[in-house]
């Protein structure tokens, strides 16, 4: 059948085992919802789990159920990266053959110098650090110095952190439009400038909601495209409107959480649309996974799941659901970055008797292949779409 509307959700980081390819990007083992499963105490996911959650793959303590009530399976990440942009650009339907640069020993110090003369403040940091890790390090002497921390990880990411009282927000955006204009140069290639404006006093720093993402534009239409492009709406709520850098967005709804996130998914729910709703959820990865704090990642899990009712009743009944993921953040691994896994891939709608088996789907970019077969748009270049088995 075809969907009127379509709504996808994204659970930033919540991956479901390790990729074949994994030990190329050192993930061997790697199983974010399944070490969760296993490392917090009572943990489940009743509301996912009736749905299918838990037929993907053997979680602890969450048996798979006889008649899931959605249809699952797993898809696997065909691009050569593990980053939030690549996930998602390849779920609408690129193949990001070419990794992004990354600088695992800091930028160049040319890039830096010209950096540092065009903003009239010096750089400190310039290094690969955790985001909260180096507010420890460095934001006294950034509050003592007005000099701006940079940082990156092994996401290609220029990240610019500041105390909102000693650069106000608008000087920390300015300062990343500079930033965001040096590193689009071919030889730096940077995929995202991000502003990490923080409060509070040293020791106790936090993070503020008002971070912001200058992403690279995707190098060709993506499925978002080609919605916008046929007069349907393709509504980015949370962090879909910086990934895609607007490329393809007809509306795009900011969001400070995840609970936000899904409120606003809810909002658009009740409205009249023909086309795409799309969230990402990024609590899961920027608070939890990154941290690697399994015990807070469990619960914002339980969290979101304990919405899915709503979620649930209120479709209509030309509406599509689809749960996935962009890659891993297994909280348990080494380090503190993102972890190459499959993603879990849940797909419900109000017309369906019971829930089967998707299997094993060759690349995310089948989510987009689905939505742009359901609305009849020219096909991404990769993706098969699952359109007729649901
Ligand atoms: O450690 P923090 O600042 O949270 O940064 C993380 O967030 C970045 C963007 O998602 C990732 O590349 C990772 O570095
Ligand atoms: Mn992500
Ligand atoms: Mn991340």
């Known amino acids: 059948m075809r969907f009127s509307r379509v709504f996808l959700i994204v659970m930033d980081s919540v991956g479901i085992g390790e990729l074949p390819d994994a030990p190329r990007f050192r993930d061997e083992g790697a199983h974010t ?66 990794p992004f640069n990354t600088y ?125 492009d046929a007069g349907l709406a393709s509504i980015a709520i949370g962090k879909i409107s910086d990934i895609y850098a607007d490329e393809g967005v007809t509306r795009a709804i900011r969001t400070k959480d995840n609970m936000d996130g899904v409120d606003q998914m809810l909002a658009t729910m009740k409205e009249e649309f ?37 979620l649930l009743s209120a479709l209509q009944e030309n509406d599509l659901l689809i749960i996935t993921a962009d890659h891993g953040n297994d909280p348990t691994h080494h380090g503190t970055d993102h972890t190459r896994e499959y993603v879990p891939l849940l797909v419900y709608h109000k017309q369906m008797d019971a829930g089967s088996d998707l299997g094993i789907r060759q690349t995310f970019a089948d989510v987009g292949a689905t939505i742009a077969d359901n609305f009849g748009v020219e096909a991404p270049a990769i993706g098969e779409s699952f359109l007729k088995k649901i």
């Not at 040319?110 to 934001?139: M, Y």
């Not at 950034?142 to 608008?170: R, W």
């Open 274 to 310: 023909t086309g795409l709703s799309f969230v990402n959820l990024v609590d899961f990865d920027a608070k939890y996974g990154h941290r690697r704090d399994p015990q807070g990642y469990g619960q914002a899990l339980m969290e979101f799941d304990a919405r899915v009712p709503e």
């Open 104 to 228: 695992p020993d800091g930028f160049p110090a040319e890039l830096i110098a010209e950096f540092e003369e065009r903003i009239g403040r010096k750089v400190l940091g310039n290094k690969v650090a955790s985001g909260t890790d180096i507010l420890d390090e460095l934001g006294e002497e950034h509050m003592e110095t007005g000099n701006v921390i940079v940082y990156t990880s092994a996401d290609s990411v220029f990240q610019i952190a500041a105390h909102e009282e000693v650069i106000p927000l608008e000087e920390l955006y300015r300062i990343c439009e500079v930033a965001r204009e040096l590193t689009l140069r071919d030889e730096y290639a940077v995929t995202r400038v991000i502003a990490r404006p923080f409060v509070g006093k040293p020791g106790s720093f936090t993070r503020t909601s008002n971070r912001h993402d200058y992403s690279v534009k995707p190098f060709a239409p993506t499925v978002m495209n080609r919605l916008q």
């Open 33 to 98: 919802l399944g070490h969760i499963a296993q490392r917090v105490e009572g943990f489940r996911m009743p509301n996912l789990e009736k749905l299918g959650l838990a037929n993907i793959a053997p979680l602890h303590n969450m048996p798979a159920v006889a008649n899931p009530q959605a249809h699952y399976g797993k898809m696997q990440e065909i691009s050569m990266g593990k980053d939030t942009t690549t996930g998602h650009w390849e779920i609408m339907g690129l193949h990001v053959a070419v």
